[in-house]
C-alpha cells in the first residue's frame, strides 16, 4: 500500500490544493483533493489485466472549482432535493435556497466540495486511509447547528473503496451526505453505457412528480421498467413510455433497498461486458439513487480531453429517500443535538 501526495494547483488567493493517490499491492488506485474532498480517479483492470480509470473528472483545478455535474463530490449536508426548498425542525422553518426550480438540490448553490478541507492520510492494518474534515458554521447553507464533518476514504487489498461521512452538530439539524461519481466501467472516456448492465436489491422505488419531488408513495418494481431485480443492460427499458422514465427523461430515482437500515450490506452492481469489470456498491442507508447522466452535456472538457455527455456514465447515489424531511413515512435524515450521524458506503471492483 502507498499514499502520494503531490501539489494539484493554486486557488485564486494562491491557496495550494492537494491531489492524494492511494494504491494498493495490485495497482488498483484512487485519487482525490482537497478541494472538496472531491474523489477525482479510480484505476481498476479489466479481465485482460488493463487498467482503466472508471470515474468521469476532470485534469485542472479550474475545471473542479465549477463542476457543474458534480463529479466526485461528497454531497451534505442533504443530498438530493428537499420540495419548496424549505425545513422545518422542533417547530421552526428553515429557508433554504431554491436552487433547482422550486427546491433546493443538493444543498445547494454553496456546496462543500467548493469547499477546501483538512486531510490526514494513514496507513491502517485495513488498507491506505484519508480522512477529510470540515467545520460547518450554524446556518451554514441555511441548516441549523454547528457541525463537524468528516468524509474517510480507505482503498483495501480487496480492491474495495470504503466511504465514511461522519457529522456532530451542537443543534438539531438534518444529515444526509452521498458521493456524487459517476462511473462509466469501460473508462471514463468511453461511448454511452446502455449496453452495460445493473442490478439493484430494491423491490420498490419512490415515484416523482414532474420536479422530481416524490410524491410519498413507495411503489413496486415489478413489472415495471424499474425492475432491476434481475441483472439487465441500461438500455434494455429506458426508452419505454412509462410515466418515471418520461419525468426523468431515464432513470434518475430513488430505489428503495431490500435491508434494514443501518446493515452494511449489497445494495447494486454494474456490469461491462466488454472489459469484465464489475462493481459492487454496499451500504448501511435506506437509499439509492440510480441516475442515468441523462443532463450530462459537454460543458467543460474530461480527463485527457475526453467529452462526456448525454447518458456517458451513471451513479450510484447511496441516501435517504429525497425530501425525507417532509415525508413522515420515509426514514429520517434528522439528526439530534450531539449524536453523530455515521454511515459507511463500499464500491467494490471485480472482474469476470
Known amino acids: 500500500m502507498a499514499i502520494l501526495k503531490e501539489l494539484f494547483g493554486n486557488m485564486p488567493d494562491k491557496t495550494e490544493v492537494y491531489k492524494y493517490t492511494l494504491t494498493n499491492g495490485h495497482g488498483v488506485s484512487a485519487s482525490f483533493i482537497t478541494l472538496g474532498a472531491v474523489w477525482v480517479s479510480m484505476l481498476v483492470p479489466g479481465r485482460d489485466g488493463?487498467?482503466?480509470?472508471?470515474?468521469?473528472?476532470?485534469?485542472?483545478?479550474?475545471?473542479?472549482?465549477?463542476?457543474?455535474?458534480?463529479?466526485?463530490?461528497?454531497?451534505?449536508?442533504?443530498?438530493?432535493?428537499?420540495?419548496?426548498?424549505?425545513?422545518?425542525?422542533?417547530?421552526?422553518?428553515?429557508?433554504?435556497?431554491?436552487?433547482?426550480?422550486?427546491?433546493?438540490?443538493?444543498?445547494?448553490?454553496?456546496?462543500?466540495?467548493?469547499?477546501?478541507?483538512?486531510?490526514?492520510?494513514?496507513?491502517?492494518?485495513?488498507?491506505?486511509?484519508?480522512?477529510?474534515?470540515?467545520?460547518?458554521?450554524?446556518?451554514?447553507?441555511?441548516?441549523?447547528?454547528?457541525a463537524r464533518i468528516t468524509v474517510s476514504y480507505l482503498l483495501t487489498e480487496d480492491d474495495s473503496l470504503k466511504l465514511e461521512y461522519r457529522m456532530v452538530s451542537d443543534a438539531d439539524t438534518v444529515a444526509n451526505f452521498t458521493n456524487h461519481s459517476y462511473f462509466n466501467l469501460a473508462g471514463h472516456g468511453r461511448p454511452d453505457i446502455l449496453k452495460q448492465q445493473v442490478w439493484i436489491n430494491a423491490s420498490h422505488y419512490t415515484p416523482a412528480d414532474e420536479v422530481s419531488i416524490p410524491t410519498g408513495e413507495i411503489a413496486p418494481v415489478a413489472g415495471t421498467p424499474m425492475d432491476f431485480t434481475e441483472m439487465k443492460e441500461i438500455g434494455r427499458d429506458i426508452g419505454e413510455p412509462f410515466e418515471a422514465l418520461v419525468l426523468g427523461k431515464g432513470y434518475d430515482h430513488n430505489w428503495v433497498l431490500d435491508h434494514p437500515e443501518g446493515e452494511l450490506s449489497l445494495a447494486a452492481k454494474a456490469y461491462d461486458p466488454e472489459s469484465g469489470r464489475m462493481m459492487e456498491v454496499y451500504t448501511d442507508l435506506p437509499?439509492?439513487?440510480?441516475?442515468?447522466?441523462?443532463?450530462?452535456?459537454?460543458?467543460?472538457?474530461?480527463?485527457?480531453?475526453?467529452?462526456?455527455?448525454?447518458?456517458?456514465?451513471?451513479?450510484?447515489?447511496?441516501?435517504?429517500?429525497?425530501?425525507?424531511?417532509?415525508?413522515?413515512?420515509?426514514?429520517?435524515?434528522?439528526?439530534?443535538?450531539?449524536?453523530?450521524?455515521?454511515?459507511?458506503?463500499?464500491?467494490?471492483?471485480?472482474?469476470?
Open 50 to 146: 488493463q487498467m482503466a480509470d472508471v470515474v468521469l473528472g476532470y485534469d485542472d483545478l479550474d475545471s473542479y472549482l465549477k463542476n457543474p455535474p458534480h463529479f466526485g463530490a461528497p454531497i451534505g449536508r442533504n443530498a438530493n432535493r428537499i420540495g419548496g426548498a424549505v425545513i422545518t425542525i422542533d417547530g421552526k422553518d428553515y429557508p433554504l435556497e431554491a436552487n433547482n426550480g422550486p427546491n433546493n438540490l443538493h444543498s445547494g448553490p454553496d456546496f462543500y466540495h467548493s469547499r477546501l478541507w483538512d486531510c490526514q492520510a494513514s496507513e491502517t492494518v485495513e488498507g491506505s486511509r484519508l480522512d477529510f474534515s470540515l467545520e460547518s458554521p450554524d446556518g451554514d447553507q441555511g441548516y441549523p447547528g454547528n
Open 287 to 352: 437509499g439509492m439513487q440510480f441516475y442515468t447522466a441523462n443532463f450530462l452535456t459537454d460543458e467543460l472538457p474530461g480527463k485527457g480531453g475526453a467529452v462526456y455527455g448525454y447518458r456517458h456514465a451513471y451513479c450510484f447515489e447511496t441516501q435517504y429517500y429525497p425530501d425525507a424531511v417532509h415525508k413522515p413515512q420515509f426514514p429520517s435524515p434528522l439528526l439530534k443535538a450531539g449524536d453523530t450521524c455515521h454511515t459507511v458506503t463500499v464500491y467494490k471492483f471485480t472482474t469476470e
